[in-house]
């Protein structure tokens, strides 16, 4: 029986799970409360530059190929996808270094800088490698519903690999702290200190030096309009400007409908791919799973302080990635995660896309996008924000050895209390929960309601955790729970 599905929210979780739900024959509706799809992944378009709002890395094109393929699609159905080389460049102090895009150059640049070291990077891509597919064939597409779905022969093996964390592994095999950083820096995908993570996570090493960095044409807001196609290529109305204020429940505990613009539309299913503590204030407090003190108490990713610069000549000593690891990241880690406060010195990143890809900026020009990541729930004021950009501004000058600000032709900047009010994002976090050894699959909020029949969460609060990639499976798992258990 083909059913009524409303989705809260349109970001990749939400569209993923619209697209396999109305794949299977449901009528599907998709609530946005803002005035383009995307959720966190939205577009500023200004002067002729174009600025991915949220997210700007493509990792893992496997799991994009995955998700078109169950709909006998390809990306390049799409979108152009283009390799980067190098991939990214990291900033010391006193130099910097260029990761390409392929494991023989890496290896190479780390016997330049650690001699010695090529064959214990091969053995730790080996094991990542390893570990990357155990990750993708056992565990991610795996509902999170029995603490038994982690076990398996080769997950058995891996025990070990749960107990230890990615930075001791780390400094086991490696001494220069310049090789360290970026050997710990793809696990920051997951919300958490390297120390903090479960040495199986070293996977991302191998989406990072194993599967490459890659760039859709025009953005990673491409991806976010492939998918939109495709789900009204598939039968799903988008609804946009469509805030929804109330998940309806009758007496017996079924979730029946929802209240938008003060409007109620009635539905056999929701789904809401919305942050996940806002979504369970939509309902009455008696059919809440978790309390105030349970989210109080988990660790969130970071947030984030964004710039969105346009500048009026092209820029000197850059590519299409940046991470300025040239401050203490220990300290920076410790303000976020431990004490959490405004950085002394902050660690940044800093992505020109123009640098690759002419139609984001015009002729002649650079767009200029720089994060640092924050604790949530910070103070966030005007003031503060043009602190910390005159201090990232400086660093930046200095390392690429350039003066750029008398070219800023404009800036933007997004941070905690825009987070809060565009997204409802709990405490302001930029990319959900952590993914630490006790928010890990079942451990993690439940894609299905323990209290509330027909009513499913989706995206990065939840299984399998904080990312692209991660929230495009989340939403195919739900969409599997709803067709498993939805009456």
């Known amino acids: 029986m083909n059913k009524k599905i409303a989705i809260i929210g349109s970001g990749f979780s939400s ?219 598939l039968g799903v109305v988008i609804k946009t400007n469509a805030p929804v204020q109330k998940i309806l429940v009758n007496e017996s505990n079924h979730a029946y409908g929802l209240m938008v613009n003060d409007q109620k539309h009635l539905f056999d299913t929701i789904v809401s791919g919305a942050d996940y503590h806002h979504s369970e204030t939509l309902l009455e407090p008696q059919y809440r799973q978790y309390s105030e003190s349970y989210w109080d108490k988990k660790t969130f990713a970071p947030s984030s302080l964004i710039f969105y610069v346009g500048f009026d000549k092209k820029l000197k000593n850059i590519e299409h990635h940046n991470l300025f690891f040239d401050t203490d990241f220990t300290k920076h880690a410790n303000e976020i995660y431990e004490q959490p406060q405004w950085p002394e010195e902050p660690l940044f990143y800093a992505n020109f896309t123009s640098v690759t890809d002419e139609s984001t900026a015009p002729d002649g020009c650079e767009n200029g996008f720089f994060l640092i990541p924050l604790a949530p729930d910070l103070e966030d004021t005007p003031a503060l924000r043009e602190q910390y950009f005159d201090i990232i501004m400086d660093r930046f000058e200095k390392r690429t050895n350039q003066n750029v600000k008398n070219s800023i032709i404009f800036k933007e900047s997004f941070c905690v209390n825009d987070f809060k009010e565009q997204y409802n994002s709990y405490k302001g976090n930029a990319y959900g929960m952590a993914n630490t050894l006790l928010q890990t699959a079942f451990l993690k909020p439940n894609l299905r309601s323990k209290k509330v029949k027909d009513l499913f969460f989706t995206g990065q609060l939840t299984v399998p955790g904080p990312g692209v990639p991660p929230s495009l499976i989340s939403g195919k798992l739900t969409a599997q729970l709803v067709k498993k258990y939805s009456l």
């Not at 299977?24 to 609530?31: C, L, P």
């Not at 895009?101 to 330049?112: A, G, P, Q, R, V």
């Not at 997950?155 to 001791?168: C, D, E, M, Y």
Request: with cysteine; hydrophobic share 35%; aromatic share 14%.
């Open 15 to 233: 569209l993923s799970a619209a697209c396999y739900l109305a794949k299977e024959g449901n009528m599907v509706t998709i609530y946005e409360k803002n005035e383009t799809v995307g959720g966190r992944a939205r577009r500023l378009e200004k002067d002729g530059f174009t600025f991915d709002i949220g997210p700007s890395w493509y990792w893992m094109p496997d799991i994009f190929e995955r998700f078109f393929a169950d709909f006998d699609k390809k990306p390049s159905d799409y979108y152009q996808l283009d390799k980067l080389n190098p991939g990214y460049t990291v900033y010391f102090e006193n130099d910097k270094i260029n990761i390409a895009d392929n494991l023989d150059e890496i290896k190479s640049t780390f016997e330049d800088i650690e001699p010695g070291s090529s064959q214990p990077l091969q053995e730790f891509m080996d094991k990542a490698s390893e570990n990357y597919d155990i990750a993708i064939k056992n565990l991610v597409y795996r509902p999170g519903e029995s603490p038994l779905e982690l076990v398996t022969p080769q997950t058995v093996r891996k025990l070990g690999a749960f107990v230890g964390n990615v930075s001791k592994d780390v400094r086991k095999k490696f001494k220069n702290p310049k090789l360290i950083s970026i050997l710990e820096f793809p696990v920051l995908f997951l919300g958490a200190t390297p120390s903090n993570t479960p040495s199986f996570y070293n996977f991302m090493n191998h989406a990072d030096f194993g599967l490459g960095t890659w760039h859709p044409k025009g953005g990673m807001y491409e991806v976010i309009l492939a998918m939109k196609k495709l789900a009204e290529e």
